[in-house]
């Protein structure tokens, strides 16, 4: 009788171990439902120079229709690519300055595809005069255009950007414990190969972490951003970035005539799939509290009150704010969703995707189909190539930006 339990335990136990394996190696996330809208469509494209050539030819149309608009280029000095630049378009209020919409895209470079067609319908549609006259709006079209460009998130020298913006360089010396215990897991040796045994059964390596820790523990330590492994996921730099330092101050000429600042980052990859989430870092200033509150009122936003929550530092938003704090600065970030990264499998593949993706920059693919296979996971989680999913994310950047713009002309 012993003997028939144990083995009946046995194969409950295979059973299960079967089902997760095949979940997880087979995951998708939920299919997005969404009219497929061709307009919408037409603001996305697939190139950095594409992006970068349909992002100027707005801003010259803007230049036509507005007054004192100014069109303007950052070089990003590299040894990869010496051609790189950050471009700005800025639209100045046109009767009297009070707020100031920032509007950035690509700090995560691959992540610019969305931002800039987001950014494309914003100057084509939702810059009117009805919503510019005593609101200015300053866009800035791809913070790294080397992750752009060669679809990593990172920057030449493998830097998370949304780690790396600081006044005080104290940042850089900031020591996650956590990262460091999770470092074999996060940034192994050797070939990336994702049909090894190890990437075969990533799953259970995360788990026997997460059941060392916790889930949120375990999220936290690798999101949060890391300072002392220059080739690891999520590094922050040791000093910030030269495109940030370049456009410093630049950011505190457009915003000196304004009293009011709100900054939104785009980013594609963090949430459910299809759903624009907004997502600030934990804000702990009642009054900033209550009028981003005001601002995006009728929209839940994320205030870090979650299991899945994650915090970080060095923020590309949280920067800005940091520049004039004589101001009322806002700062918000737009996540589009694609993973179901809030559920346990979604936020495991995610991670994965991530280490796999940096492994094969830093130490090679194991062959072609790995190497095709494996950038195409990551562009997809960051990039979805399906139309629903594209036309979901220009529909509701249209509608929250256009009620912000009436928000803050009314404010």
Not at 168 to 193: I, Q, R, V
Request: proline share 4%; charged share 20%; hydrophobic share 40%.
């Amino acid at each position: 009788m012993i003997k028939v339990a144990l083995f009946v335990l046995l194969g409950l136990i295979a059973a299960a171990y079967l089902i997760l394996y095949f979940k997880y190696n087979r995951y998708r996330p939920s299919r997005v439902q969404y009219e497929v809208l061709p307009a919408a469509l037409g603001y996305f494209h697939n190139t950095f120079e594409d992006c970068r050539t349909a992002f100027l030819e707005k801003a010259a149309q803007l230049a036509l229709r507005h007054n004192g608009v100014e069109v303007f280029s950052i070089p990003v000095p590299g040894t990869t690519n010496s051609n790189l630049a950050i471009d700005c378009s800025y639209v100045p209020a046109q009767r009297t300055s009070r707020s100031l919409l920032i509007l950035s895209s690509g700090v995560h470079g691959i992540e610019g595809f969305t931002g800039s067609a987001v950014q494309l319908m914003a100057m084509e549609e939702l810059l009117i005069p009805g919503h510019l006259g005593s609101t200015g709006v300053l866009l800035i079209h791809g913070l790294n255009p080397y992750g752009f460009k060669y679809s990593r998130r990172v920057t030449e020298n493998n830097v998370d950007m949304n780690r790396n913006c600081a006044i005080e360089e104290s940042l850089f010396d900031t020591h996650n414990e956590g990262y460091g215990k999770l470092n074999d897991m996060l940034n192994p040796k050797g070939e990336a190969n994702h049909r090894s045994l190890r990437n075969r059964h990533f799953h259970f390596i995360a788990a026997r972490k997460i059941l060392n820790e916790s889930m949120h523990v375990v999220r936290q330590a690798t999101l949060q951003g890391q300072y002392e492994y220059p080739e690891g996921v999520l590094f922050g730099g040791k000093r910030i970035e030269p495109q940030i330092i370049a456009l410093t101050p630049i950011l505190q000429d457009k915003m000196t005539p304004y009293s009011r600042i709100l900054t939104i980052d785009l980013h594609t990859g963090y949430g459910h799939n299809g759903t624009m989430h907004l997502f600030p870092n934990p804000i702990e200033d009642v009054k900033i509290k209550t009028g981003m509150e005001e601002l995006f009122a009728g929209y839940p936003i994320n205030w870090g009150d979650s299991e899945d929550f994650y915090t970080y530092g060095g923020a590309f938003a949280e920067y800005i704010g940091s520049l004039a704090p004589d101001k009322t600065c806002y700062p918000m970030a737009f996540e589009f969703g694609t993973l179901d990264s809030q559920k346990t499998l979604g936020s495991l593949r995610s991670l994965h995707n991530m280490i796999l993706e940096n492994q094969g920059f830093h130490h090679g693919y194991k062959n072609e189909k790995a190497e095709a296979r494996i950038k195409k996971a990551f562009w997809e989680m960051f990039y979805p190539s399906y139309k629903a999913w594209r036309s979901k994310a220009i529909s509701d950047a249209k509608r929250m930006l256009g009620l912000v713009l009436e928000r803050l002309g009314k404010g």
